[in-house]
Structures are given as C-alpha cells and as structure tokens.
C-alpha cells in the first residue's frame, strides 16, 4: 500500500478552493473497498460577501479575486513541505467562467512545470460525483451502475455511471437550472441573493399546499426537467398576492416559499426516481449546491426507501456539497488511476465541457 | 405554460399578420401560446445579418429564453439552447445552409451590473467572428456598451398581460435594406 497525495485547485465560478486528498493506493483499482481516503486539507475562500453586492457572480470579480486568493491558499495548503507535500495536481478545467477557470489552471501548469509531477485537468461535473464518493458509508454502498442527480446553479442534470470515468446524461433541464430557479422565485418575491437558502429557511414551517404551482415536466416520459415555466407561474401568483397587499404578511411569505421549494423538489424527486427504476441502479447519487436543501434530501431519502428497494442513497457530505477542491482531487484519482495525464504545455480552459 | 418546444417545422411564406403594424419600424405581436413565438421568429429571421444583435427585454419569465429557444431552432441548432444566466454566454453553431449567420451566441447580461465587467467576456471580439448573430437577454443591464456597438440592432421588448398573454414589440431597422437613421428606442 502506498500513499498518493493528490493537490487540487478550483476556480470555476465564485469559490476558490485549493484541496489535498490522501488516497491509500489500493492495488486492484476496482475493489473500492480498500481505498482509505483522508482529507488533508480543504481550503474554500468563499467570495460570497463581495458578490452579494452584485446579486451575482460577475465575471471580472471572481477572477480578479480567484487571483490573490488562489496564491494564499496554495501557501497556506503546502505549508513548509512545499513541492514535497503532493504526488501529482488536479485542476477543473471546465465547464464554468473562462476567465475564473484560467486562474487556477495557470497556477497548476506552473506547479506542475516546477515539480515535473503529473498533472489531470478535471470535469467540474465528474468532481460533484466524486463528492460522493469522500464519504466512507457511501463508499461501502458504492457499485455501479449509478444514477446520479447533480443539482447547483448552474447545473441540473441527470448522469448514469457505468463505472469510473463511464458516464451518460440521460435528463438535464432544458431551461433553467434547479438553482437559478430557486434564485429567480426568491428574486421575485424581493428575497435577497442568495435565494435557495432563503426560501429553505422561509419554508421551514410554511405550508407546501397553500399555492397551485405547476410541476413542469410531470407529464413528459423524457428524464428532462424544466424550470422556466414555473418562474412564470410564480410571477403571475405573486402578482395575485401583492394586489391583495397579501405579501406583507409573514404567512403567506411562509407559505408561499414552502410552496415554491416543494414544486421544485417533488419534480426532482420523480424524475430521479423514475430514472432509477428505468436504468436499474444500485445507488443514487445526491449533489451539488442544491442538495443541501434539508427537504430535498429528507423527501429523495424517504421516496428511495418507499419505492425501490435495495438501492441505497448516496448524498455527498455536507462539507462537499458546495464547489470544493477535495472531490476535484477524488475526480482526478479516478483519472489518474486509469493512467490518464495531462501535457502542461497544452492544457486551457474548456468553458463548455460535458461529462 | 408549457415549456417544451413544438416539433412542427416552420412552413415557408405565410404567417399571421402581426397585430399592429402602422408605425414604420415598429410591429407588435401578440402571444397567446408557445407555438406563437414562431410567428415572431418567422418575421425576425428575414432581417438577421451577420453581426445582428437581438437585444431581448423584458421582465423575469417574459419568455426571452423561449424566444431564442424557438429562434435557434428555426435557425437549425440541435440542441435546446438553456438558460445562460449562470454561464453568461453559449454559443450555439447553426445549421449550414446556403447564407450566413452560421454561429449564434446566447449572451445573459442578468448578473452584470457594470459595463466593464464585460471586459473579460470579450464579446466585442466574439461578434467579429465571420457570421455570428447575437441574441442578448437583459440588453438594460449594459445599454452603454450596447449603444456604442455599430452592428445592426433589433429590440424586442416583451410584456406580461393578465392571464398568461403577452405582447411582444419589436423595434430597430425597419424594413430590410433600408438603413432607418432614426435612432432605436431601447423598445
């Protein structure tokens, strides 16, 4: 058994976050089991505050920022080790801004210049899978296939995992993202930026019966989500409620947002489930920035139990959910280990990268 | 409403005449369901050039991804064009065929606030490329950098009515050919 530490750095939107992971080299690659995992360090340098100005992420300040930060928390991350502390670099080479992708690839071409160690460029997406797999009891449940939901700001998509490195898209939202969905609704009933978590909190005790929201894509046999038609429907109810001079009561406010996270999660949940028993999975995945949501993850978790029996439910911690550079680095051994490299000289950004 | 895209093709010639249409330069339509996008993309597609930009405003859930989701269909494009609100621009290759634009780039200005933030997408040099056409959601957000631009400019404003029915009011050069001096108000 060997030990391989692996550095990973991630700028793709709003977070910089530079991440080491030690794996315990198993010597059959598939027998997952024997892989120990250890998380030596995570640093995420959330920009959140500065952005919560602008109500977004704005190109030009989150590379700007990527900057100084990504330098810092490479310090910070090597320590006195320096170029010793790592066996070989992973960085997110796509999808995500350019400009923010670009900052953190330079910095490892350079790493990887200066240590002759080997390098991997990584799916962004593959990363969110790989969250999952950080966690030991999901480790333990791990056999393909796999169904995966990964569900963030920009992303909602539906993967089926045939095995490492062997994936397929069989859904994804043909307008919006999950995310942006719950961002627009909370932009349009005046909650400020970030709105996912706002409308969580909000609906904690609200009631997710109160409003008719539709659930788009409920009648459709694809595995696609869509979200646009459903801001549309929260536009028109909140115009309702705001002429009754209804929306300054706490309640409705309460109950509203209940309503609009369970229109979100109940299409989640079914397509997910729905997936699950058309491709007959061992496990399925819950990822990404949207699966912190505390209904999300109770109702898929209670809907998997009801309906399919066997498989398990695989969400990733808490701690991995948001962009992170441990589950790049886990991403990038999945790759390594298959003997993939990366020629430093020739690697760029690739904005528009699928899985 | 529904979301997802009609499959049936647009037919060549005859579309339904748009609901006013007595200003020079100026054409309203008015949308009752999806399929009616079509009828807008219709009269749109005739007065794209290389390096037009589409400048799409209205309210959230007016329908702006929709448009371009018809637009790029009618225009060839394979896949479903989604939201760029996160990812800020995609750009979308159309199906050759005997004329330009060949390329369609799908640009969201919701979350830029300040004309220089731009900067870095480089669009200026993105509409340079041979036969781009842009089509730009939230044009308000970075009006000076648009104004300053000398491509050929649409507007298309879109309204929300009661009762899920919108207007959709185009503005811009008017008839093909003729080059209206006429400064376009942001419609």
């Known amino acids: 058994m060997k030990r391989f530490r692996i550095l990973a750095i991630e700028t793709s939107c709003d977070e910089t976050a530079v991440s080491i992971v030690e794996f315990t080299k198993a010597r059959n690659f598939t027998k997952i089991r024997n892989h120990t995992i250890r998380v030596v360090k995570n640093l995420v340098s959330s920009q959140i505050p500065i952005h919560q ?5 704005v190109p030009e300040v989150a590379a700007r920022s990527h900057v100084p930060e990504v330098v810092s928390l490479l310090t910070l991350a090597l320590g006195k080790q320096n170029m010793s502390a ?31 160690k ?16 950080l966690n030991a009891t999901n480790r333990k449940h791990w056999k393909f296939p796999l169904l995966a939901l990964i569900v963030s700001g920009g992303h909602t998509e539906l993967v089926l995992m045939k ?36 409308i969580a909190k909000l609906a904690k005790n609200g009631d997710p019966n109160a409003f008719d929201l539709p659930r788009p894509m409920w009648k459709d046999p694809s595995l696609d989500f869509s979200f646009s038609g459903l801001k549309t429907a929260v536009r028109n109810e909140w115009e309702k409620v705001t002429r009754t001079r209804e929306h300054e009561n ?26 699950a028993k058309q491709f007959t999975v061992s496990g399925i995945l819950l990822v990404g920035g949207v699966s912190a949501n505390e209904e999300l993850r109770r109702q898929m978790a209670e809907k998997i139990k009801q309906e ?6 695989l969400p990733s911690d808490k701690t991995y959910i948001t962009d992170n550079a441990a589950m790049i680095a886990a991403a990038g051994y999945w790759r390594l280990m298959k003997g993939e490299r990366h020629d430093w000289k020739k690697m760029d950004a690739d904005p528009e990268w699928n899985v | 409403m529904k979301t997802e895209t009609p499959s049936i093709p647009l037919v060549r010639g005859k579309f339904l005449a748009p609901l006013i249409r007595g200003v020079r330069g100026v054409s309203v339509f008015r949308l009752k369901k999806l399929s009616d996008w079509d009828q807008v993309v219709k009269f749109i597609i005739p007065k794209l050039k290389p390096g037009t930009i589409i400048a799409l405003s ?30 800020l621009v995609r750009s979308y290759r159309l199906h050759p065929t005997s ?30 490329v041979p036969g781009t056409i842009m089509a730009l959601e939230w044009p308000e957000n970075i009006k000076k950098w648009l104004m300053n631009q000398p491509n050929k400019k649409i507007f298309i404003s879109i309204k929300l009515h009661p009762r899920n029915f919108r207007t959709c009011k185009i503005t811009g050069d008017a008839e093909e050919g003729s080059r209206s001096r006429r400064k376009p108000s942001d419609g």
Not at chain 1, 118 to 133: D, K, M, R, T, Y
Not at chain 2, 60 to 84: D, I, M, N, W
């Open chain 1, 53 to 57: 100005k602008y109500g977004g992420v």
């Open chain 1, 86 to 116: 790592f066996d070989a670099i992973a960085v997110t080479r796509g999808p995500g801004l350019v400009t923010a992708l670009r900052v953190g690839i330079e910095g490892a071409r350079v790493l990887a210049f200066l240590s002759k």
């Open chain 1, 118 to 133: 080997p390098i991997i460029g990584v799916n962004h997406l593959e990363g969110h899978l790989a969250s999952a797999w």
């Open chain 1, 163 to 198: 095995n490492f490195c062997d994936y397929k898209i069989i859904g994804q939202t043909r307008d919006d993202a999950a995310g942006e969905a719950f961002d627009k609704s909370a932009k349009l009933m005046g909650l400020p930026y970030p709105g996912g978590p706002q």
């Open chain 1, 250 to 275: 706490t309640r409705t406010k309460i109950d509203f947002a209940a309503s609009i996270q369970q229109a979100i999660v109940d299409v989640l949940v079914e397509k997910t489930i729905r997936a």
């Open chain 1, 308 to 313: 399919l029996t066997g498989v398990a439910f």
């Open chain 2, 58 to 87: 209205g309210p959230l859930g007016a329908g702006k991804t929709t448009f371009v989701q018809h637009l790029a269909k009618a225009l060839g494009v394979r896949s479903t064009p989604r939201s760029p609100t996160f990812s």
């Open chain 2, 99 to 128: 004329y330009m634009p060949t390329r369609l780039l799908h640009v969201d200005a919701y979350r830029i606030e300040h004309t220089h933030d731009l900067t870095p997408l480089n669009l200026q040099e993105e509409l340079t």
